[in-house]
């Protein structure tokens, strides 16, 4: 049973995307900060992030919205 939890990604399935955004933005303003990297590398990076980070909140929400729509079965009408 463990195992099986560990395969699917334990307690963080579905967070991947934005453990690896924060990670990434996180190590993108620490490279900057000891001079590894300039303003602008810095920036790229962290705009790019920060946008998949948004875009992958977006089109959960969306499923979720579109999942609720497709559900609903209409009746037949009856002709009289």
């Known amino acids: 049973m463990k195992l099986q ?15 690896l955004s924060g990670v990434g933005i996180l190590s993108a303003v620490a490279s900057y900060l000891i001079g590894d990297t300039d303003l602008f590398m810095m920036l790229q ?3 790019t992030l ?3 980070y948004f875009l992958r909140k977006s089109s ?3 499923r979720k919205s579109y ?3 497709t559900r609903k079965i209409s009746k037949p009408r ?3």
């Open 5 to 19: 939890k560990i395969i699917r990604g334990g307690y963080l399935a579905g967070h991947r995307t934005y453990i």
């Open 45 to 47: 990076s962290v705009f």
């Open 50 to 52: 920060g946008g998949i």
């Open 60 to 62: 959960e929400t969306k």
């Open 67 to 69: 999942a609720k729509n």
């Open 78 to 80: 009856r002709n009289s």
